[in-house]
């Protein structure tokens, strides 16, 4: 038989056994039955701690251990530095903010209201728009922050 004909024969065999049920059988299992997880969650019993069963040696020894395993434990925690305040902006930016955000937001409280708006009402909201945008881009420059030696000063740690 050709390896062709072979792969044949087992394609037919999957698609003649395609609708067959499964047989559940342990014997087939590739694990043991003790690793089967069980059709009803396990309910878990807490009990509270019964400090005063053991003796002080030994409560101060736990204490110690316990400790030890915080510290081991906050040992490689990473706590990130504090974040560098926000800049400062001067007057034009927030005018520019306000423009961008306020005239949209105006239309559309206005708009909700079923207020009557004059035609300069209207071309004065969108112009705040129009003009908070291009504030804001033409005020952004071309390059980052702080552009003191050239714009690219390489990988900083």
Same mark, same amino acid.
């Given at each position: 038989m050709t390896p062709q004909s072979d792969e044949?024969?087992?394609w037919r065999q999957i698609v003649a056994s395609f *609708?067959? =049920?499964?047989e559940r059988d342990s014997a087939d299992q590739p694990w043991p039955d003790s690793e089967n997880v069980p059709a009803e969650p396990l309910r878990r019993v807490v009990k509270p701690p019964e400090e005063f069963d053991e003796p002080a040696g030994e409560r101060?020894?736990? /204490? !110690?251990? %316990?400790e030890e395993d915080?510290?081991? !434990? %906050?040992?490689?925690? @990473?706590?990130?530095p504090e974040p560098p305040p926000l800049p400062?902006? /001067?007057?034009t930016t927030k005018l520019a903010w306000v423009a961008l955000f306020g005239g949209?937001?105006?239309l559309l409280f206005a708009a909700v209201a079923d207020w009557h708006m004059e035609g300069w009402v209207l071309f =004065?909201?969108?112009?705040? @728009?129009i003009g908070g945008f291009v504030a804001l881009v033409v005020r952004m420059?071309?390059?980052?922050?702080? *552009?003191? #030696? #050239?714009?690219?000063?390489g990988a900083v740690l």
């Open positions: 044949d024969e087992v *609708n067959d =049920t499964a101060d020894e736990a /204490d !110690q251990e %316990s915080d510290e081991e !434990q %906050s040992e490689g925690h @990473f706590v990130p400062k902006l /001067d007057l949209p937001a105006y =004065t909201a969108v112009a705040a @728009f420059g071309d390059g980052p922050p702080g *552009n003191d #030696g #050239g714009w690219d000063d």
